[in-house]
Nanobody
Framework: QVQLVESGGGLVEPGGSLRLSCAASGTIVSAYTMGWYRQAPGKQRELVANMSPFGKTYYTDSVKGRFTISRSNAKSSVYLQMSNLKAEDTGVYYC?????????WGQGTQVTVSS
């Protein structure tokens, strides 16, 4: 059974950095497309970044050059390094795994960017 557990969220000032972690169990992170989504208050969940099994990465335009997705098979984890954070990055961040037509989700971790 696939389980994804996010951590690393918190309150940070604009311009600051955070590193989100997603601990995965019951799966192999390099075998599937792993992604990070976020949901801001009153908005739909959106894809922030993902990584294919071949290591190809995608970033939504608003985070290009500021966020980096990575993974570690040894630690069965996926990471999202976030730098130069802005108020509009505020939201709940979710880790996901896509397995064909099935998406698995973690419980989310809150990121708040505010002075």
């Amino acid at each position: 059974q696939v389980q994804l557990v996010e951590s690393g969220g918190g309150l940070v000032e604009p311009g600051g950095s955070l590193r989100l972690s997603c601990a995965a169990s019951g799966t192999i992170v390099s075998a599937y497309t792993m992604g990070w989504y976020r949901q801001a208050p009153g908005k739909q969940r959106e894809l922030v970044a993902n990584m294919s099994p071949f290591g190809k990465t995608y970033y939504t335009d608003s985070v290009k050059g500021r966020f980096t997705i990575s993974r570690s098979n040894a630690k069965s984890s996926v990471y999202l390094q976030m730098s130069n954070l802005k108020a509009e990055d505020t939201g709940v961040y979710y880790c996901s795994q896509r397995d064909g037509w099935t998406d698995y989700w973690g419980q989310g971790t809150q990121v708040t960017v505010s002075s």
